[in-house]
């Protein structure tokens, strides 16, 4: 089977927040859809090594925001990129509160919607939560924007910033984030440290 395929499925891309006490944080997610109109529901799936997810099995409350063509890399890198329990990734963002209190992105996002979890499905390396949707507000009228997008206009190429001297010689490409590992072969368990996508998500330099 050739797991790639999975590529080919149409996705929008968010950043999914939560709160735990005084804690903010949030992640990149792309599976985020209404699940039903009576009542009005949503879902969404979340890898379990996030920090977010772990917020959310805990709080049982959440926001998501719309990315739109507007978006900068630096947000996917922001929220995607590194974890929440080593920095504050609303340390200097633009945000405000919903009224579940939870924060929801300002800038290069569309729309937001909240949502407070009545299930959860276990999926293996990730959580569906299925949530009453209890709030959402229109932002701008900038289209979302979708995998394809992200990557044709807004992701640079990997090592694109690099020079050529500096690249390593073997080693695997995640095709999600760029991140590299260095080596011949690549573990079939393997993890993307940064996205945490699994090996079949990696290419061979």
Avoid at 38 to 65: C, Q, W
Avoid at 85 to 114: C, H, L, M, P, Q
Wanted: charged fraction near 25%; hydrophobic fraction near 35%.
């Amino acid at each position: 089977m050739d797991s790639k395929v999975t590529r080919n499925f149409s996705y929008g891309l968010f950043v999914l927040t939560a709160k735990d006490g005084d804690k903010d944080n949030g992640c990149i997610i792309n599976t985020a859809i209404q699940a039903a109109s009576e009542p009005l529901r949503i879902s969404i799936a979340v890898n379990k090594a996030n920090y977010t997810h772990d917020m959310i099995m805990k709080t049982g409350e959440f926001n998501v925001s719309f990315l739109s063509e507007a978006s900068e890399f630096a947000t996917y890198q922001h929220f995607g990129f590194q974890s929440g329990r080593d920095v504050d990734k609303f340390a200097e963002i633009e945000f405000k509160r919903a009224e579940n209190g939870i924060a929801y992105i300002t800038n290069g996002t569309n729309a937001f919607v909240s949502g407070k979890v009545v299930e959860t499905v276990d999926l293996g390396s990730h959580t569906m939560f299925i949530a009453d949707m209890t709030d959402g507000e229109i932002l701008s009228a900038d289209p979302s924007v979708t995998y394809a997008y992200y990557f044709a206009n807004i992701k640079p190429s990997p090592g694109s910033d690099a020079k050529p001297e500096d690249a390593p010689k073997k080693g695997w490409v995640c095709t999600i984030c760029g991140y590299i590992y260095e080596g011949e072969v690549l573990p079939e368990d393997f993890i993307c440290p940064i996205c945490k996508h699994p090996a079949s998500d990696f290419e061979k330099l």
